[in-house]
């Protein structure tokens, strides 16, 4: 029995969401500004009325008022409360449940442990490093033993750096508390970092449901694809089928002369069929063309029209008869001046196909 079932979710945004959570699962709901993943973590809460049913271990809690349905939820802005030190906003629900002075006590060091925070007890938020408020606001969150946590984007006003510590930190904690978790972000490196499975949210739809490494490599529509970083993709014809690889040729229309080349070879390929391949930029080796190319490898030649630092990466823009492909070089390796003839290279297994809805 899942933790939590969505059945027929619908609003004036959200378009007929089903979706199952298992229990301790943590939940990613990826998608861009405007998809729909806000108000459907307010409709879980109960602050937004709906059509279609919310189930909590099996059991209807529509029409429960927000308080009583055992959440447990982490905003944006993380809005600890600025007059009461650290101690007193982790205990603040748990006063509001009326417990008793011991337990109150007992969880607030299991809090303070579990976060790492018990050096910050009698500080106060204005006192506190972003990456510390983080820490205080999951505490006051999950201190009063909620059924469910919700998080809406709470890490996106945390600097790069901080971001990465925090993100490994709250995969550990949340794994530690067994807490079933809905996340919200539209940062698909986060999504891809934290998420047991992620749900891609369109336009108030679900696009496609699946676990972080069958998003990354298995996009089963164009819009995954390229939220989850593939840059290229290729229209192709499939002209043959062997048991392990198959031979296509790219028709894009702005190129005016076909290339065929290998990839490996996918159930769903029949031959004769177009279809649409995914590359990752990581994925494209650039060579140049009086160099001799791996027989293993496909290529396509191209003149390189941009290229951009990204750290420790240059993000490189190739012109192949007028199509753009997007590799991305080490910068350790990276030697090529714009407008230089390049070979694209990438191997046959490094090209995945767009499955469609299943």
Request: proline share 5%; aromatic share 6%.
């Amino acid at each position: 029995m899942p933790a939590i079932e969505l059945k027929n979710i619908s609003n004036f945004i959200c378009r007929n969401i089903s979706l199952r959570i298992a229990d301790a699962e943590l939940m990613v709901l990826l998608g861009p500004t405007g998809a729909g993943k806000t108000t459907l973590l307010n409709i879980v809460s109960g602050l937004i009325d709906h059509e279609g049913s919310i189930l909590f271990d099996g059991v209807s809690i529509d029409g429960i008022p927000v308080n009583l349905r055992g959440i447990g939820y982490l905003l944006q802005d993380l809005a600890l409360f600025p007059h009461l030190d650290v101690a007193s906003n982790i205990t603040y629900g748990l006063k509001m449940q009326k417990r008793r002075v011991d337990e109150i006590k007992a969880r607030l060091d299991e809090m303070l442990e579990l976060m790492n925070i018990a050096d910050l007890v009698r500080r106060y938020p204005k006192d506190l490093s972003g990456g510390e408020r983080q820490r205080v606001a999951l505490a006051r969150a999950l201190a009063p033993f909620p059924r469910v946590l919700l998080m809406d984007e709470p890490m996106s006003n945390l600097d790069p750096l901080i971001k990465e510590i925090i993100t490994d930190e709250f995969k550990s904690i949340q794994r530690k508390a067994g807490i079933t978790t809905i996340y919200v972000t539209h940062d698909q490196n986060e999504a891809l970092s934290l998420g047991d499975r992620i749900s891609v949210l369109n336009n108030g739809g679900i696009e496609q449901i699946g676990a972080p490494d069958e998003l990354f490599y298995h996009p089963e529509t164009e819009f995954v694809a390229r939220f989850v970083g593939f840059k290229n993709i290729l229209k192709v014809s499939i002209i043959e089928i062997k048991q392990h690889e198959a031979v296509v040729y790219i028709n894009n229309e702005c190129i005016d002369q076909p290339s065929k080349i290998r990839v490996k070879n996918y159930p769903v390929f029949e031959k004769g069929k177009e279809i649409s391949l995914c590359i990752h930029p990581e994925s494209i080796v650039l060579k140049r063309v009086n160099i001799l190319v791996d027989s293993n490898l496909n290529r396509m030649m191209g003149k390189i029209v941009d290229r951009r630092n990204n750290g420790k990466n240059i993000r490189t823009t190739i012109d192949i008869g007028g199509s753009e492909v997007h590799a991305l070089v080490p910068k350790a390796l990276f030697d090529f001046k714009i407008h230089e003839d390049v070979w694209a290279c990438f191997a046959p297994d490094a090209a995945y196909p767009l499955c469609g809805r299943r």
